[in-house]
């Protein structure tokens, strides 16, 4: 038997796979619960299309019955004009303050409100005395209170009226509905009943009720306002009085003179003082005074200690000047005649004492601007001090008169104040007076609601459309629960998105003929699917193709054998020595696939009955080899438990290249355990007709449990057709490309 290799993943996705997978059994599905698939979705429409047809089916029906059995209703509409402000007789003048334009949403929204509120219907019942009707409560579908309704909370001879009473306030505004449009001021009061007369009553006493009811509103918060203004008046009258008497008194007695403003204060009163005003002239004088004897001092203490003719006021004087000149001259002359005449000559004597004269004149006369300089100083320094001592005094006698004038201006405010209330009161009081009688209202009747002519309710079309709308949602929603709680294993991407381990083959589903000879075909599609799990298998490990390998599944029928059977098969094909155990002592099945004979096989090498050699079976296939698991022991259990599976296994790693153990189910069976500890790896054969993800997840935890390593799984007997998702491209010619070719063409 020959046939081609072809890998169904590459040996990169293998090892990726392997690494990015977490070990089996231990990472639950991290997939979004619902992903849109839209193959997927198609596919659940068209499993479940007669469920689907069924829930439209009977949620139409229901809701045609439905349609059938409601009470015809009739819907009145009135409509009203709420503005935000009245029209203003005197301007500004309302007593209620007007909704500001931003606020104009909150004050409509609480004008439909009061149209709802209780207190409103309460008054439209009284007014159109309909809790003593029996057609209204006929109207609005309540029944009628009678005696037998009465409670302990309606007591006396009033109870049953008052129980009539608010059972009709509540079925009014159970049927009242009020609707405000966006962007609009008009109100539409909508009444529904059985009745279209009271429907149109209703409505439209319900609009005069509340148009009535704000004008009420306005004319009692006037009246109010008024009655309330006349008692404020009258004592803030009496405050202002006393306030301006006491005003007077005390500036009497004080002696503080209380004169009218001027110009821009010419409303305003003011006090006299004529202290603070000689206070600020002589504090004006004594600063200049200051001054002045600041710049003498400085004058005086610059020359002080300097020599006469140093000091620039003297050389500057023009007396003084004149004299230097003079000197000056005299020195000359005296020079003249020192050249040509002796010491003792008289007019050399003559000169000298003319120059020692004006000398003297000149040091004398700036002696005395000197002396001038210091009496200008001490003048204005006594000046100054004599001016300070009057400041004194003057601020002594303003801090008294201030400290009198504290008490004046805490009067005078008082008194500003209470008139200030008093003329703002009679001002409002008169407007309030002025606009009594003006009957202005911001809310006015715009259509007046008429019989409707046809009932609003039930609609035929608009309730088979919200029927179809539920059957559609419920049929939504039972075909995702189905999907959602359905753990069966039927494609690929199930077996790594349910099971967390890698897929390392896929054989598909047989339509009909025997599995046999579907393998001997080398060009099969079952033969061309386990040619590519041996590729698979030879990269899923770090060192290849496992040495020993267990085969096993959760239950039994699900291709276990068979795989194992396939597996040896190719192996020994590719020119590998490779031995085939039966490890299912429970129900031996290879050596009916091989057509072996009925030789002792693995029982009788774990019970010490007899050696490898002597159960070793040679098949007719070349390089295959098998064991039986023949005889069918009492407690198969027992056996592979006691320990000489491991020597065997050891002893077969050494004799032969591979060998493939086919296993027994695992579920509520410790033999499979017992044979995958000792394998090097372990493939799950999962069947996708009828594998439940429950079983498997079970299956994978005991190998976890005992620490076997699972190699990955194979997805045996799979049906594209069952499957409506991304394993559409598996289809029946995945492994069919050149299977009709003639060899050589």
């Known amino acids: 038997m020959t046939g081609r290799v072809e890998p169904m993943l590459s040996p990169q996705a293998v090892s990726l796979l392997r690494r990015d997978t977490p070990p089996a059994g ?3 599905d991290n997939s979004p619960t619902f992903e849109l698939d839209f193959s997927r979705l198609i596919y659940s429409i068209r499993r479940n299309i007669w469920w689907i047809g069924a ?21 009145a509409t009135s409509r009203v004009l709420i503005e935000q402000q009245t029209d203003q007789i005197i301007e500004n003048k309302d007593v209620s303050p007007a909704a500001a334009y931003q606020d104009a949403d909150r004050f409509l929204q609480t004008q439909v409100d009061v149209i709802r509120s209780r207190a409103l219907a309460a008054k439209v019942v009284d007014e159109g005395g309909f809790a003593q009707e029996p057609t209204f409560f006929e109207a609005v579908d309540t029944p009628m209170p009678g005696e037998a309704d009465l409670n302990y909370q309606y007591r006396g001879a009033e109870g049953l009226k008052r129980l009539r009473r608010d059972a009709a306030i509540e079925a009014l505004q159970r049927n009242l509905a009020v609707s405000l449009p966006n962007d609009s001021r008009l109100v539409a009061i909508s009444f529904s009943d059985s009745n279209p007369s009271y429907a149109a009553k209703v409505a439209n006493l319900v609009a005069e009720s509340y148009i009535s009811s704000n004008l009420a509103r306005k004319f009692d918060s006037s009246s109010y306002a008024r009655d309330y203004l006349s008692q404020q008046l009258e004592q803030a009258r009496i405050r202002l009085e006393q306030s301006e008497r006491d005003l007077n008194q005390y500036s009497r007695a004080a002696g503080l003179v209380r004169v009218q403003g001027q110009g821009q204060n010419a409303d305003r009163e003011a006090t006299l003082s004529v202290t603070n005003d000689t206070l600020v002239q002589v504090n ?14 400085d004058r005086w203490n610059s020359v002080k200690n300097s020599a006469v003719l140093t000091i620039p006021q003297v050389l500057e004087n023009p ?8 000197r000056s001259e005299v020195e000359m002359q005296l020079a003249q005649e020192a050249s040509r005449h002796l010491g003792g000559h008289p007019t050399v004597t003559a000169l000298q004492a003319q120059v020692v004269r004006l000398s003297g004149q000149i040091e004398a006369l700036g002696r005395s601007i000197k002396s001038s300089l210091l009496l200008e100083y001490e003048a204005a320094r006594d000046k100054e001090t004599s001016l300070q001592r009057q400041v004194r005094d003057l601020r002594s006698a303003a801090l008294s008169e201030q400290d009198r004038g504290v008490q004046y201006n805490i009067l005078k405010r008082v008194a500003e104040t209470n008139r200030s209330l008093y003329d703002t009161l009679l001002g409002r009081y008169n407007e309030l007076n002025a606009t009594a009688g003006a009957a202005s209202n911001n809310v006015s009747l715009v259509d007046r609601a008429e019989v409707p002519r046809s009932p609003a309710s039930p609609k035929l079309v608009l309730n088979l459309a919200l029927a179809l709308l539920i059957g559609a949602l419920g049929s939504g929603i039972f075909v995702f629960a189905r999907e959602h709680f359905d753990d069966a294993i039927r494609a690929p991407e199930d077996v790594e998105r349910k099971l967390s381990v890698p897929l390392l083959g896929l054989v598909p589903q047989i339509a009909q003929g025997d599995v046999k000879e579907e393998l001997e075909d080398p060009k099969s599609s079952v033969s061309e699917a386990y040619n590519s799990l041996i590729a698979n298998l030879r990269y899923a490990g770090v060192d290849g193709f496992p040495k020993i390998l267990t085969v096993t599944s959760s239950r039994a029928g699900e291709g276990k054998s068979t795989t194992s059977l396939a597996i040896a098969e190719r192996l020994a094909v590719l020119g590998q020595r490779v031995l085939l155990i039966d490890g299912d002592l429970r129900r031996p099945t290879v050596h009916k696939l091989l057509d072996l004979p009925k030789k002792p096989g693995l029982t009788a090498i774990l019970t010490g009955e007899e050696s490898l050699e002597n159960v070793l079976i040679a098949t007719a296939i070349p390089n295959l080899h098998a064991i039986t698991a023949l005889p069918t022991p009492v407690n198969p259990s027992i056996l592979l438990g006691n320990g000489r599976i491991e020597g065997l296994v050891d002893y077969c790693r050494a004799r032969f290249d591979q060998v493939i153990i086919d296993s027994p189910p695992m579920l509520g069976l410790s033999d499979a355990a017992s044979l995958s500890v000792a394998a090097d790896a372990t493939l799950l054969v999962v069947d996708a007709s009828q594998g439940q993800r429950g079983s498997i997840k079970s299956t994978l935890r005991r190998l976890q449990l005992v620490r076997a390593p699972v190699v990955g799984a194979l997805l045996t007997k799979f049906d594209p057709k069952t499957t409506g998702n991304a394993s559409g491209y598996y289809g029946y010619d995945y492994y069919e490309y050149g299977r009709g070719e003639k060899t050589g063409e």
């Open 55 to 75: 829930i439209v089916i009977g949620a139409l029906a229901c809701g045609i019955v439905a349609t059938l059995l409601m009470t015809p209703r009739y819907v």
């Open 319 to 326: 007396a003084v000047q004149g004299l230097i000149r003079q």
């Open 284 to 297: 004006g004088a004594a600063s200049q005074a200051t001054a002045e004897r600041t710049s003498a001092e």
């Open 26 to 28: 231990e990472a639950e």
